[in-house]
């Protein structure tokens, strides 16, 4: 350690800057430059902190912070341009953009007055939108999103994730959407095929206004409907757990009890409810994880297979249905109905 210390000492400065330079530079480790130069790792890390200090001081502004960089032409349409860039870019609330306005600008603004326009803007940008050309989208992903209690009807090119449809609306039925898509029709839409859930608006509309143009179903939304399942089954077994352990306990702290007691009698059966309760979470796991990974997956399987393991799924979902059927049946009804259009895609490729 002295002979470390001695010979940083004795470093002459260009030196200690060249080794900060290689240093940042990564070109040898740490510890190779410091065996080099007989000194010491923590002289090293010293002197690259030092050089990382004057780079930081060489490309700081040397501006005063009081000094005036720019000049802006407020106008008008500057702050309509303020207001729509707050809400879309910074994804401000209403008095979000408000509060910047008068804090920021001085300026008071209403939150009618940012809705006005927000909305004036949304005309503008719906003018543009329908001269686009939409031959180009080869796949399109359709789905209902909602903005509160207002369905929101979205369509998506596949490829560039470009919306071409956003429409709020009162109604998701059949005419809704047919209009919608033969409206983008006039545009140049004809895709090859769409994918979408099991929305019997949507695909209604789909077929009204398209005719046999397949429609692809999402996986995405069944999957979640299987997570959601087997995690709601997950947390039921860890409560019957957690009720399992408060009877041991008790029954812990009462001392020793006859067969027929109540409380043996009532621990009993918390274990059987809790052993059974596990192994249905551990079984609905377990298929939630093979529907999504061997049969929905994009690699994997043949269409056989795939149908074969799909089947096998439901029916291990019949046999498990009684055990919970208020949970459980909706799942495995979705399933069923959907076979089909779940599994196109693989005919597709």
Known sequence: MDQCVGAAARLPESDRKDLAIQALARSETVSDLA????????FVYQQTHKAVAALDDAFLSATPDHEVLFEVAVTKTWLRQVIVGLALICHSSYRGVVEFMRDLLGLPVSIGTVHQVLQSATRQADIINRQQDLSGIRVGLHD?????????????????????????????DADTWGVHLLD???????????????????????KAAWGDTPCHGDVFHIQRQ?????NTLARL????????????????????????????????????????AHGLARNIRTLTQWLSHDVLALAGPAQATRLMLFDFIVEELVRREPADARRIRPVRVALQNQRDTLLAFRRAR
Request: net charge positive.
């Open 35 to 42: 065996a080099r130069h007989g000194v010491s790792r923590k």
């Open 144 to 172: 209902e999103i909602f903005h509160g209690a207002t369905p929101v009807l979205a369509g998506v090119d596949a490829n560039s994730t470009y919306c071409y449809l956003l429409a709020a609306e009162q109604r998701r």
């Open 184 to 206: 983008a029709a006039q545009q140049g839409l004809d895709p090859d095929d769409t994918i979408a859930d099991a929305g019997q608006g949507l695909r209604a509309g789909q």
């Open 226 to 230: 299987c997570e959601g399942l087997a």
């Open 237 to 276: 077994a860890k409560g019957t757990t957690s009720r399992r352990q408060t009877l041991q306990a008790k029954a812990g702290r009462g001392g020793q009890r006859g067969p027929d007691d109540q409380l043996a009698t009532q621990l009993a059966l918390a274990r059987q409810t809790e052993a059974q």
